[in-house]
Nanobody, 125 residues
Framework: QTQLVESGGGLAQPGGSLRLSCVGSGFSLGYHGIGWFRQAPGEEREGVSY????????SYADSVKGRFTVSRDNGKNTVYLQMDSLKPEDTAIYYC??????????????????WGQGTQVTVSS
């Protein structure tokens, strides 16, 4: 079964850190660029970060640039999202997804066809 599974979400205080993991099963992540997206209640799903299949190219939303870092270990079939200096506005369900269509913009949701179930991140004091 082809699937992605996220973990590492939870409750963090403002200024704190969390590290999300995205593990693939049934297929090799190494053949795909991987995106991280998030969706807050009542909001559209938005792109947070992207890493190319080699790991050489990364992209970030302006709202997380300088605070979040994406990385991957293809040997472990895993992609990570290190989130530092967390803010209450980072609160959302976070999803990882495998890119299967390569358009101009990395954050186009329809270019990703394999999605995880999501992990909740809550930033609150």
């Amino acid at each position: 079964q082809t699937q992605l599974v996220e973990s590492g979400g939870g409750l963090a205080q403002p200024g704190g850190s969390l590290r999300l993991s995205c593990v693939g099963s049934g297929f090799s992540l190494g053949y795909h660029g991987i995106g991280w997206f998030r969706q807050a209640p009542g909001e559209e799903r938005e792109g947070v970060s992207y890493i190319s299949y080699t790991g050489r190219d990364t992209s970030y939303a302006d709202s997380v640039k300088g605070r979040f870092t994406v990385s991957r270990d293809n040997g472990k079939n895993t992609v990570y999202l290190q989130m530092d200096s967390l803010k209450p506005e980072d609160t959302a369900i976070y999803y990882c997804a495998a890119r299967t269509t390569y358009g101009i913009n990395w954050n186009r949701v329809r270019d990703y066809t394999i999605w995880g179930q999501g992990t909740q991140v809550t930033v609150s004091s």
